[in-house]
């Protein structure tokens, strides 16, 4: 069973850029959330998404935008990069079915540097 | 909002040693979850809880779910390097759906 797969691995852009990350979840699994990595703050949940609506959202400000496809792939958008916007963004899937607790698989995550 | 403290922040210990590590948050939780993140990778879950007291092993790794609900502690018996990696604790709020909220990790470095 395949993973949960990311793209691009790394990426640079510049300040005032902006940029697409995308997350394909395991198959079958419906709940797609992303996370922003960085040293100083930590794993920090951005959203989810399940059945294509965004059904959880971490305080974020709303240059960081996602969305999620019919077939469960998901997109997430940072539009005007700023230089704190550098982290490892991490995709998360899980079967998303509302359980005690569905276990969330990670992806790789794509290094974004912004200069 | 919510904040889960880790602590250690980083240990350095001998193999065969036995490792321990909290986290403790002004929150209640319905799950506690235990991950392990190698360099380049994603967190791999090593352990869930879901009640008040549980205690649950995986192999050399045991953790407890605490009586509050507003902690939980990992235990590493008789450590090995391939035990090398930061260590995150997350805590799940309410029902499938909702976010989970972690700690700032345990770097854990091994000396054989």
């Known amino acids: 069973k395949a993973g949960v797969t990311q793209t691009p691995r790394y990426l640079i852009k510049t300040r005032g850029q902006q940029v697409t990350l995308s997350c394909s979840p395991i198959s079958g699994h419906r709940s797609v959330s992303w996370y922003q990595q960085t040293p100083g703050q930590g794993l920090q949940f951005l959203f989810e998404y399940f059945s294509e609506t965004q059904r959880n959202k971490g305080n974020f400000p709303g240059r960081f935008s996602g969305r999620q496809f019919s077939n469960s792939r998901s997109e997430m958008n940072v539009s005007t990069l700023e230089l704190g916007d550098s982290a490892l963004y991490l995709c998360?899937?899980?079967?998303?079915?509302?359980?005690?607790?569905?276990?969330?698989?990670f992806g790789p995550g794509t290094r974004l540097t912004v200069l | 909002g919510q904040q889960l403290n880790q602590s250690p922040q980083s240990m350095f210990i001998q193999e065969g040693e036995d490792v321990s590590m909290n986290c403790t948050s002004s929150s209640i939780f319905n799950t506690w979850l235990w991950y392990k993140q190698d360099p380049g990778e994603g967190p791999v879950l090593l352990i869930a809880?879901?009640?008040?007291?549980e205690l649950t092993s995986n192999g050399r790794l045991t953790a407890q779910f605490g009586i509050t609900r507003k902690d939980s502690f990992l235990n590493i018996s008789a450590s090995i390097p391939s035990d090398v990696g930061i260590y995150f604790c997350?805590?799940?709020?309410?029902?499938?759906?909702?976010?989970?909220?972690f700690g700032k990790g345990t770097t854990l470095s091994v000396s054989s």
């Open positions: 809880l879901y009640k008040a007291g």
């Open positions: 998360a899937s899980s079967l998303g079915t509302f359980a005690v607790y569905n276990e969330q698989f």
């Open positions: 997350a805590g799940q709020l309410g029902q499938a759906g909702t976010a989970l909220i």
